[in-house]
């Protein structure tokens, strides 16, 4: 005796081969019908079938239970049971034997409940003939096949998605707990060196006093850098738990650069960076969170200037597109290799080989600035070509009354 196996799903004519001994179970109540259907299977051309039965819903289900069986046909009903109710008892189409339900008159309701049971096949048994017989075999063992290969594999990647979402849930957390113990002690020495930087309780006196001035700056410098990554990133994994309220309010466009650009024109000064502004007259408004607005603008003006070489340039321009308002960032930079231009938006991920880049960032910059405009309901493009620059638009909506019921 040999089992019926699917040799290659790519045809149903694999399913079966001549000259192999097939064991069938026939789970239905015996009788005229049932001989029939004996005398069907010995009928086929080449067949080689041994069959058994089952009368009650139990035996039938231990049978099945051996995984010996090439096919079960299966009647309507049997003893303190139904076929319907066998098939889904022995899991359907993850049963390792392909079941195909046998009624006598086959309605749209007992084809649809058989279905979804886990039958592979509804056939009325009344009609069958060797040949039809036959096909009905080949079929359901390949369909089956095919199914359960299927059915196994979605299953995989359900576990696989629910590890990742899991995995991804606790480095969430574990970036937000990080960030907030982080965030304690360099706000105490940013106060500290402020007090020492402004000589609030009496001056740095003596021939050091110059390099204790300046060490003091440095390190109020180096800590506010500091606190601005780890607020991106806390800021980032807020975002990626869903847990992140914005708080619109109506914002001059005109004011909002203006900002950025103070707080950015000594960095794009020291690197001898022309660091432009070029707004509308009209002076649009958006209605958007300000403090994420100046971020995610702050976070893309200084890639740029990062990325520009000095002797460069860096434009921020602002128009109205239809009911969008859109902030274009260009740099007269290195630009970006086609290939790089999907990783840059992933968080951590930077363009370009190590020692090709200017020194500092942590590549959370761009993904940020994208998953802010998100939360307005907008956007952020990038468009590069190596060796001329980059820029980077972002995008919001303009209509108040739009964006406040998204936000509401």
Not at 331 to 350: H, K, N, S, W, Y
Not at 379 to 396: A, H, Y
Request: net charge negative.
């Amino acid at each position: 005796m040999t089992e019926i196996r699917v040799m290659d799903a790519a045809s149903p004519e694999a399913a079966t081969a001549d000259g192999e001994t097939v064991e069938v179970l026939i789970a239905a109540p015996g009788g005229e019908e049932t001989s029939r259907f004996e005398d069907l299977l010995a009928a086929i051309e080449g067949g080689g079938f041994r069959c058994q039965h089952a009368e009650t819903l139990k035996e039938a289900l231990r049978l099945l239970g051996s995984g010996r069986f090439g096919i079960a046909f299966v009647g309507e009903s049997l003893d303190a049971g139904t076929g319907i109710s066998l098939i889904r008892a022995a899991g359907g189409r993850l049963c390792p034997t392909p079941m195909v339900l046998l009624s006598a008159n086959a309605s749209a309701e007992t084809e649809q409940a058989g279905l979804s049971a886990g039958a592979v096949d509804i056939v009325e048994h009344r009609d069958l003939t060797a040949s039809m017989l036959r096909r009905v075999i080949r079929y359901a063992q390949f369909n089956h096949d095919t199914t359960r290969r299927l059915i196994v594999e979605q299953q995989r990647y359900r576990d696989l998605a629910a590890n990742a979402s899991a995995a991804s849930g606790e480095k969430t957390m574990f970036l937000a707990h990080m960030s907030h113990e982080l965030r304690t002690p360099l706000n105490a020495i940013l106060g500290f060196s402020d007090v020492i930087r402004h000589e609030m309780f009496g001056k740095i006196e003596g021939a050091a006093a110059d390099r204790y001035i300046e060490y003091i700056r440095d390190i109020h410098e180096s800590s506010q850098h500091l606190l601005s990554l780890i607020n991106d990133l806390l800021d980032l994994s807020k975002i990626e738990a869903g847990r992140f309220e914005i708080a619109p309010v109506e914002i001059g466009l005109g004011n909002l650069v203006g900002e950025v650009k103070r707080m950015l024109q000594e960095l794009a000064r020291s690197k001898e960076i022309d660091l432009t502004v070029d707004l509308p007259s009209d002076g649009m408004e958006i209605y958007a969170d300000r403090r994420l607005m100046v971020q995610a603008i702050v976070n893309v003006v200084a890639n740029a200037i990062k990325f520009t070489p000095k002797g460069g340039s860096v434009s921020i321009a602002a128009q109205r597109q239809g009911q969008n308002a859109v902030i274009a960032i260009s740099d007269t930079g290195c630009g970006i290799a086609p290939e790089d231009l999907a990783g840059v938006m992933q968080p951590f991920r930077q363009a370009g080989p190590l020692e090709t880049r200017p020194e500092g960032g942590t590549g959370l910059g761009l993904p940020l600035a994208r998953s802010i405009m998100e939360l307005h309901q907008g956007g952020l493009e990038i468009e590069s070509e190596p060796g001329r620059g980059t820029q980077v638009s972002i995008w919001l909506p303009c209509n108040v009354r739009l964006l406040s019921a998204a936000a509401g």
